[in-house]
Nanobody
Framework: EVQLVESGGRVVQAGGSLRLSCAAS????????IAWLRQAPGKEREGISC???????YYGDSAKDRFSVSRHNANNTADLQMDNLNPEDSGVYYC??????????????????WGKGTQVTVST
């Protein structure tokens, strides 16, 4: 059974940093792309990043320059480092897996499996 479990979400002050983790099991992690997405109340789901199995990573516009991702194939985990957070970054953050990251449409669907998400709240 494929499982993706996010962790690390909490309340953080604006300007602060947070590191989220995604623990994967039940599939060959190294062979698949890992994506991070977020969902804020009343807003459309937004793609944060997508990392191909070779490490090539694409970032959404809101994540560029502030967020960075890493994947650790040896222990089937992926991390999302978020810096200089602002209240607009609040939401539920999900990791998801897919076959690969289409460069121009990785955020628009095609995820095979999802985690249940972790809540990030950025306070003023």
């Amino acid at each position: 059974e494929v499982q993706l479990v996010e962790s690390g979400g909490r309340v953080v002050q604006a300007g602060g940093s947070l590191r989220l983790s995604c623990a994967a099991s039940g599939f060959s992690f190294a062979d698949y792309a890992i994506a991070w997405l977020r969902q804020a109340p009343g807003k459309e789901r937004e793609g944060i990043s997508c990392s191909d199995s070779d490490g090539t990573t694409y970032y959404g516009d809101s994540a560029k320059d502030r967020f960075s991702v890493s994947r650790h194939n040896a222990n089937n985990t992926a991390d999302l480092q978020m810096d200089n957070l602002n209240p607009e970054d609040s939401g539920v953050y999900y990791c998801a897996t897919r076959g690969w990251c289409p460069p121009t449409r990785w955020a628009s669907g095609g995820m095979a499996h999802w985690g249940k998400g972790t809540q990030v709240t950025v306070s003023t």
